[in-house]
């Protein structure tokens, strides 16, 4: 703008003048709520309300009349109680650490030893088996596990094994049970880690190697702990669904004949108290033991692995 001279002086340049709106009010979105209100009609339907349903059953009686503790002590003296719990326990363990040492170095080799394309092949390859239903990938090892019908039924009688009873011995079922799970579960999770590890920012990567860190000093200091939540979260969802077992020890108890136990599992325990018995109570305290075991396994993971902190906290 140009000065004006008015009287010999010049007028100063005039000022525009700054118009100031204000800011609209960030509106509540609706969205979210929208998005939440499906998820939580389904919690409470399947989730919540029947875990209050469990409860009400564990205290009280056939007639409805509040029994206390009496469920839970009953269940606790049923020579099946201890055994199927004891089964659970031993699966449990095994699965736990395979799942966590194996989904975790295949990640980290898919991750910084392979090349993209072929890294992507085998996550997709890791990734199928997961896409069949529970009773179908029980089926199909049930199929492997046969030395008459295997493929590799060469390897069956290598090991000693001629028949499927022998296969499906006691003493196998933690195992078997955990190659089912592992095959079907273990590509997804696989897929998480990887996805993880690839939050790494590459300089945090190069400015080890250029300290002298090999691949393995890499993913052993500096990966796999910049996982660490990822990994409880892995932790917590197996060992919750670790305590439910029940599609593979009641496919293969039918399969066998009545061969194997068919309380093998608590929730197959808690199926025959109140299928074969009428004993929904009862049923209901096992349910409760199992929830409680889940809550405190998720309890100390939480708060031992710090899954909800903040990083810069």
């Known amino acids: 703008m140009t000065a004006l001279n008015t009287g010999g002086r010049l007028a100063a ?42 409860v009400y059953l564990a205290v009280t009686n056939d007639r409805g009349q509040f029994t206390g503790l009496n469920q839970f002590i009953k269940v606790i003296q049923d020579y099946r109680f201890g055994p199927a719990f004891a089964d659970i ?32 092949v085998f996550r997709f390859l890791f990734y199928i088996p997961g896409a069949l239903a529970g009773v179908s990938s029980v089926l199909v090892w049930m199929f492997m596990l046969d030395p008459g019908v295997s493929p590799v039924s060469g ?28 095959w079907t579960g273990a590509g997804g999770w696989i897929v998480v880690m990887y ?3 690839n939050n790494i920012p590459d300089d945090v990567i190069e400015a080890a190697r250029m300290d002298g860190a090999g691949p393995w000093k890499s993913a052993w200091y ?27 020890p009641q496919l293969m108890q039918s399969a ?9 599992s608590p929730n197959q325990l808690a199926y025959v108290l109140a299928f074969q018995f009428g004993d929904f109570n009862g049923a209901a305290a096992v349910s409760i033991f199992l929830l409680v075991i889940g809550l405190i396994g998720a309890g100390i993971l ?7 902190k903040a990083d810069n906290e």
């Open 13 to 54: 340049p005039a000022t525009p003048k700054l118009v100031l709106r204000r800011a609209p009010r960030r509106r509540t979105g609706l969205a979210g709520y929208a998005f939440v209100a499906g998820y939580a009609v389904l919690l409470l339907a399947f989730g919540v309300f029947p875990t209050l349903y469990a």
């Open 89 to 120: 326990l031993s699966y449990l363990v095994l699965w736990l650490v395979i799942l966590i040492v194996l989904t975790v170095v295949v990640a980290v080799i898919l991750r910084s030893r392979m090349k993209p394309g072929l890294s992507s």
């Open 155 to 182: 390897l069956l009688h290598a090991l000693g094994f001629s028949t499927f009873s022998e296969v499906i011995a006691p003493q196998s079922l933690p195992v078997i049970f955990v190659f089912i799970a592992f």
């Open 195 to 197: 996805g993880a590890l």
């Open 222 to 248: 500096i990966q796999i702990p910049m996982i660490s939540k990822w990994i409880a979260y892995m932790t917590i969802l197996a060992f919750a669904a670790g305590t439910q077992l029940f599609i593979e």
């Open 256 to 264: 066998s004949l009545g061969r194997l136990n068919p309380t093998w």
């Open 302 to 308: 939480v708060t031992r692995s710090g899954l909800f």
